[in-house]
């Protein structure tokens, strides 16, 4: 298809290409030429397990035909319509998306390019509606690259664009994170009603101090992503919002990551039946078939503005292919079942990690929801000491990738964690191959241990 041979392509792509997230003189990528189901192959042929969904978003795994044919069918009907003009797809896949809101509540939906837009966009939204201007998101979270939802995000990465200006108005909080809180240091078998409630607390505390009057939205991934795989404890996510309904204040559930059944349910905010005022979505939309976000709102958002209008637009909002993916996705996700199927072996991924951690001394926590899981190394499981520094690695950490690269298993690294995240079509065979290879891995994080 392109005069490009496969030997050619690292060493063009080294010299052509600006690589994100990176030091350019260190990137050294994985040449991949094909995929299928959960494996990829690179140029040389080596297959690699996926634990990671690429980058967390290929949730039907890889080359879908029906997909595929969808995407091929729409290029031939109408590849592109103007941001002002509507389409088939563009009326079904926003009714698709209306009918699995949580509740079915959430009506109205605007399409955006990715997920970062789609909260940049949920800002303005609820900025507007409520004449409020402050943002408040937690200090583990991820929101997105761009400079309004960089200032959302919580995690160290925001910290270098910090002097030039980010976006203003944004206030961060704690995570009810229970293995290293904040609150329960000398006291970490606090019954879980009470450490809920101690983070309530505290997010009231902050609310009180800002200023209730002052503050628009309370944004949040439903379960925390990238930083830690942190699942809210029971009463947490209808005690944020109660706080919200008692202030007035909009409750944005960020589920580009754990959207689309990541977690065993369409979204992750339904394990505790809360239904947010304004939901974003990406990744699984379309399964990363092709780029696409969604914002998710109440009716009663949108009807704010009938009569003013919305000052904001992407050209290749709605893009027909896009959205011809997006329909494809979710009629697949509901005719195999993929749903249920991820809750099934998220059962299966949670006992895989409890006997893993159970057999390596450097495995400090394990924490899983569906098939959305990640384990948590440390060098002393009594002093909780990581076994990377935070926002950073270390040898063993990069030790135990390499094993697992060259073993054929491909998964995401985080500091001191493993985050395992397969496409939802995976079974307890293709996890237990996985595992083994894990299982050898974590040897060499285990001879770090000292205590």
């Known amino acids: 298809m392109f005069p490009i041979a496969d030997e050619d392509i690292l060493p063009l792509s080294k010299e052509h290409v600006f690589w994100t997230w990176s ?12 995929a299928k189901g959960v494996y990829f192959w690179d140029i040389h042929g080596k297959r690699y397990l996926d634990f990671n969904s690429m980058t967390m978003c290929v949730n039907i795994g890889h080359g879908n035909e029906r997909v595929i044919a969808a995407m091929k069918a729409q290029l031939d009907e109408l590849p592109y319509a103007a941001p002002g003009m509507t389409t088939r797809v563009r009326a079904l896949a926003s009714k698709m ?13 605007l399409f955006t390019l990715g997920g970062a837009d789609a909260n940049e966009n949920a800002v303005k939204l609820a900025r507007a509606y409520t004449g409020r201007y402050k943002i408040l998101t937690r200090y583990r979270s ?40 904040t609150f329960h240091r000398t006291n970490p078998d606090i019954p879980e009603e009470e450490f809920t409630r101690d983070y309530l607390n505290h997010l009231e505390e902050i ?11 309370i944004l949040m991934e439903s379960v925390t992503g990238t930083n830690g795989i942190i699942i809210p404890p029971q009463g947490y996510m209808q005690g944020v919002r109660a706080l919200c309904d008692k202030y007035g204040i909009l409750l944005i559930a ?29 990744k699984g939309l379309t399964s990363a078939y092709a780029p696409l976000g969604a914002v998710a709102m109440k009716p009663e958002i949108a009807a704010a503005f009938n009569d003013r209008v919305y000052e904001g637009g992407l050209t290749y909002t709605s893009h027909p292919v896009s959205l011809a993916a997006a329909i494809a996705n979710i009629q697949v996700m509901q005719e195999e079942h993929l749903v249920e199927h991820a809750a099934a072996m998220g059962r299966v991924l949670h006992r895989m990690l409890t006997e893993l951690g159970e057999n390596h001394p450097s495995v400090g926590e394990v924490r899983s929801i569906g098939l959305f899981g990640i384990i948590e190394l440390v060098r002393n499981r009594k002093t909780k000491e990581p076994m990377a520094p935070w926002n950073g690695t270390s040898p063993e950490m990069s030790a135990l990738r390499n094993y697992c690269l060259e073993h054929g298993l491909f998964l995401y690294t985080h500091w001191h964690t493993v985050l395992i995240i397969p496409p939802l079509i995976i079974n307890e065979e293709q996890l237990a191959e996985g595992f083994a290879i894990l299982d050898k891995a974590l040897e060499i994080t285990d001879g770090a241990v000292t205590g």
Request: aromatic fraction near 10%; proline fraction near 9%.
């Open 23 to 34: 030091a350019q003189a260190r990137v050294n990528p994985i040449p991949v030429k094909t």
């Open 142 to 181: 991820y929101h997105g690259a761009t400079a309004g939802a960089m200032a959302l995000t919580g995690d160290p990465r925001r910290h270098m664009w910090e002097p030039a200006g980010l976006m203003p108005g944004v206030v961060h909080f704690l995570d009810p994170y229970r293995y290293r809180s």
């Open 97 to 109: 998306i209306a009918e699995i809101s949580p509740g079915g509540a959430l009506r109205k939906v």
């Open 207 to 217: 609310i009180t101090y800002e200023g209730p009057e002052t503050i628009a939205a």
């Open 254 to 282: 960020d589920e580009v990551m754990s959207g689309f059944g990541r977690t065993g349910k369409w979204f992750a905010i339904e394990h505790w039946d809360v239904i947010p005022d304004i939901m974003t979505m990406a």
